[in-house]
């Protein structure tokens, strides 16, 4: 079992079931105990085997995980946060200021979206301040719980793997081979990402086209028919300023970044070699080399608590929330974070079950054997192949660790197919982020958007599919094209690629008015 398709069986298990049933706890764990199962029966272990596998490797391992457990702070931390912005009105003063600000469905929707990009830093991070900050004006305006999802989840991800400051370049970066600069490597694969922009670009044409199609549109067409605009409250009837969630944002971005480059030793001068040597640290005062080599989980910990520590200063210096107020937004943050804890602990499980029984070497032979007699359709291969693993294992990073190195190893520096491949495979990873039902980032947009998760997964999955069908065929004709140059490749790819995409959606929408009549 391990190393052969098998291995990807527990998840695919339990993607199936939650999409089934629409409860993701049960499916996630019998998907785990599947995984468990079949790694004693592969290894002989027999039941002492696989409660060890299934507690001791699985769950126990991922909740001492340093990077899992610096995840789980932060989103504590945040839901803190939000909390207290909450209680001190500062949430309800900035609805009230876009509600005068903002005059539209239209207008409401483009706003978060824009918001959405601006935050770049992380996709935990971007999920969870822009459904916080952007739900009373979303709500007024009659936009749903799960468009606001969909909203945030295509400008988390997507938005983070175009930018070259954030933690996803980061961990791109950590792939590129010896000697290579990572976040150079990063940047160049960027227009050719072809997944993450076009759904930036469907985000803007759905709003000003005015429609929705799958699932989405029954949900949409649903509020629309109860005339329900608003679900949000004040709860504590305080006297917050729109300053009142500004600063304490702010202060999470400035901090946030600050906090990443210092894990990567932008501050520090000297560093120790193995034989307590000290040398002159290559990463001081160079922000593009500090973020590379950055602990991003560590990183958001540090400048998040710092966030925290300066918002409860500010706000009992501001009087408009009492200590004792503040002291009772930790529990009640943590509160609502644990659903998104709880699905992320399992999601993580789930990740080392399939890694145990090999689906990386499974994957990555895949890729390797198709390899050789197909060049100018491995961009298109690959992308696929990284949907499917995202998909089924709930992690982009992973599938970078997978196949970026394979990328890397099959093609020389100087050929364009390289960069194609590399930026295929992230855009694939991204893809299959946002299709899957036990992705950590899929979880935290439903978290942010305060949606059911499953709801958020049906009604996202059309818009992801649609926008994927169209980025394989722009790989394709990228990987034909890439004779002429990355610049005339990129320039063909692109205007098949928009036009691709607007020839679908006035499709789309004219099927959807056929409906109506």
């Known amino acids: 079992m391990i190393g052969t398709f098998w291995a990807l069986v527990p998840a695919i298990v339990a993607i199936a079931l939650a999409l089934l049933t629409k409860e993701v706890y049960s499916s996630l764990f019998i998907g785990i105990v599947i995984g468990a199962i079949f790694y004693a029966i592969d290894t002989a272990a027999g039941f002492p085997g696989f409660f060890n596998h299934l507690f001791n490797d699985g769950m126990i391992s991922q909740l001492s ?4 457990v610096g995840i789980i702070i932060f989103l504590v931390v945040l839901g803190v946060m939000v909390a207290m912005m909450n209680k001190a009105g500062g949430s309800a003063a900035f609805g009230d200021w876009a509600k005068k600000h903002i005059k539209s469905k239209a207008g409401a929707q483009v706003a978060t979206i824009f918001l959405g990009i601006l935050i770049f830093i992380d996709d935990y991070f971007n999920c969870l301040t822009v459904g916080s900050v952007m739900k009373p004006v979303t709500t007024k305006y009659g936009v749903s719980k799960e468009k606001r999802a969909y909203i945030i989840a295509a400008t988390a991800a997507p938005v983070c793997i175009i930018a070259p400051i954030s933690s996803w370049a980061a961990a791109v970066s950590g792939f590129a081979s010896e000697g290579e600069n990572g976040i150079l490597l990063f940047c160049k694969a960027i227009p050719f990402n072809f997944y993450a922009i076009l759904t930036l670009a469907m985000l803007f044409i759905l709003v000003f086209m005015n429609f929705e199609y799958g699932t989405m549109e029954k949900f949409e067409t649903a509020l629309e028919a109860s005339k329900v605009t608003s679900d949000f409250e004040d709860e504590s009837g305080g006297n917050g300023k729109v ?5 304490p944002i702010a202060a999470l971005i400035v901090l946030c970044v600050t906090g990443i480059i210092y894990t990567g030793g932008f501050f520090t001068k000297t560093t120790l070699g193995d034989d307590d040597a000290i040398f002159a640290n290559e990463t001081y005062l160079n922000f593009i080399e500090a973020f590379a080599g950055a602990n991003a989980s560590f990183g958001l910990v540090i400048g998040s608590f710092a966030a925290l520590i300066i918002t409860i200063i500010f706000y009992i210096f501001r009087r408009v929330i009492s200590f004792k107020s503040i002291m009772q937004s930790i529990p009640d943050g943590f509160k609502a974070m644990v659903p998104a804890i709880l699905i992320l602990t399992l999601a993580w499980t789930l990740k080392a079950m399939t890694d145990s029984l090999g689906a990386k070497d499974y994957v990555a032979g895949i890729v390797e054997g198709s390899a050789s007699g197909f060049k100018m359709f491995l961009p298109a291969i690959i992308f696929v192949i990284a949907v499917g693993l995202a998909f089924a294992t709930g992690t982009s990073w992973g599938t970078f ?12 520096p100087g050929n364009p197919l390289r960069i194609i491949s590399i930026s295929a495979c992230m855009a694939g990873a991204v893809c299959g982020d946002h299709c899957s ?6 979880i935290m947009a439903s978290a942010g958007a305060q949606c059911d998760h499953v709801n958020h997964v049906s009604t996202q999955l059309p818009y992801a599919l649609s926008v994927a069908a169209i980025s394989f065929l722009t790989y394709i004709i990228s990987g034909f094209t890439q004779r002429l140059g990355l610049v005339a490749s990129g320039i063909i790819s692109w205007t098949f690629g928009f036009l691709a995409l607007f020839s679908f959606l006035i499709f789309m929408k004219k099927r959807s008015l056929r409906k109506q009549k």
């Open 65 to 68: 995980d340093s990077w899992n």
């Open 243 to 247: 300053i009142d969630l500004v600063l």
């Open 401 to 412: 660790g997978i196949l970026i190195p394979i990328c890397i190893a099959i093609f020389a």
């Open 437 to 442: 039902p036990i992705s950590d980032t899929t």
